[in-house]
């Protein structure tokens, strides 16, 4: 009888603990992943961004936000809903929601699936923007680019400098380089600072135009504040007493004052080079997002690809050289 019992007794230990396994097991399934909508995976050693069934984007947890904070930093210290909302400071597009996900890997049902583009500075791993931009545009943004032509974008051109006729002739000179339509008007008072507002366009596109304009110092202005129907806007302001910086640093100071020297003859007012020798692998420029066409255009002058995003910079600029 004990036998019977004893027997019956571990049938019965064999069936709870198969279905503790399954249990576990299934709790640590990872959810169906959804194509219709875009979120955050918060794994246990990346990020990944993903956008219905078009991109996937992986951050490495080693990478910095700044220079003293790693996006294991920020996962560890904070909730989902604030990593989701810092995330997405760093994105091109944003995504909507997010998931935990702490066991396993993620299987990615998506057209592409890419590592974030990065550098090494100083050991430490940063996010290169500029080429973050152009994958999604070139992968994320495929279809809308493939209907966005040039003879289809309207740009609002805006005089705030005081000379007259100024914003025709800009927008002519964007009209018969690009192809794309404007409308020029005065703005309301003359302003030091350029600004751009990106209504709906591509950053391509963007830069495109940027690099058509005489202005050096366009702003992005994150609200935007004029009521239009156009794709872009910009604002172009005097840009004689403007409050900006740009420093210049490097580990050859021949290769420094070079670099200067080149970026006052192309008419940037305050360019400072700083003592302190920092030694990189390839050069960049680092910029707070406000200023990234501000950047984009030094890079381009000086024939410098990769970008970096600081946000700790404020009204600064920072070109670091080979």
């Known amino acids: 009888m004990n036998k019977r019992v004893r027997a019956i007794f571990t049938v019965i230990l064999i069936i709870v603990a198969l279905g503790g396994f399954l249990f576990v097991n299934s709790m640590r399934k990872n959810p169906e992943l959804d194509k ?41 210290n904070k909730n989902e809903e604030e990593v989701l909302k810092t995330i997405n400071k760093l994105l091109p597009v944003q995504v909507n929601n997010y998931m935990t996900v702490k066991f396993g890997q993620v299987k990615l049902n998506v057209k592409n699936a890419k590592n974030i583009p990065e550098t090494t500075v100083d050991n430490k791993r940063y996010i290169i923007t500029s080429s973050l931009y152009s994958m999604y545009d070139s992968l994320y943004n495929e279809q809308q680019n493939k209907n966005e032509v040039n003879e289809n974008i309207i ?15 800009t927008g002519e000179n964007i009209k018969n380089k690009l192809g794309m339509k404007y409308n020029a008007a005065n703005y309301e008072k003359n302003l030091e600072e350029s600004y751009i507002i990106l209504n709906d366009i591509s950053i391509e596109k963007a830069q495109d135009i940027v690099m058509q304009l005489n202005e050096k110092y366009f702003k992005i202005q994150q609200v935007p504040t004029i009521p239009t129907l156009a794709n872009i806007v910009v604002v172009l302001g005097q840009e004689k007493n403007i409050d900006f910086t740009i420093e210049v640093a490097g580990e050859n100071n021949a290769t420094v004052q070079s670099i200067s020297d080149e970026l006052k003859r192309e008419g940037y007012r305050k360019v400072e080079s700083e003592k302190d020798k920092i030694k990189v692998e390839s050069s960049f420029v680092e910029y707070a997002s406000e200023d990234y066409f501000i950047a984009y255009k030094i890079a381009k002058t000086l024939n410098i690809d990769s970008l970096i995003e600081n946000n700790n910079l404020k009204n600064k600029i920072r070109v670091i050289t080979k």
Do not use: C, H, M, W
């Open 155 to 169: 740009v609002d051109v805006l005089n705030a400098n005081g000379i007259n006729g100024y914003a025709r002739r």
């Open 36 to 76: 219709n909508s875009s979120y955050l995976i918060i794994g246990k050693e990346n990020l990944i961004a993903v956008y219905q069934d078009k991109l996937a984007v992986r951050i490495p947890f080693e990478i910095n936000i700044d220079k003293d904070t790693t996006i294991r930093d920020l996962v560890a």
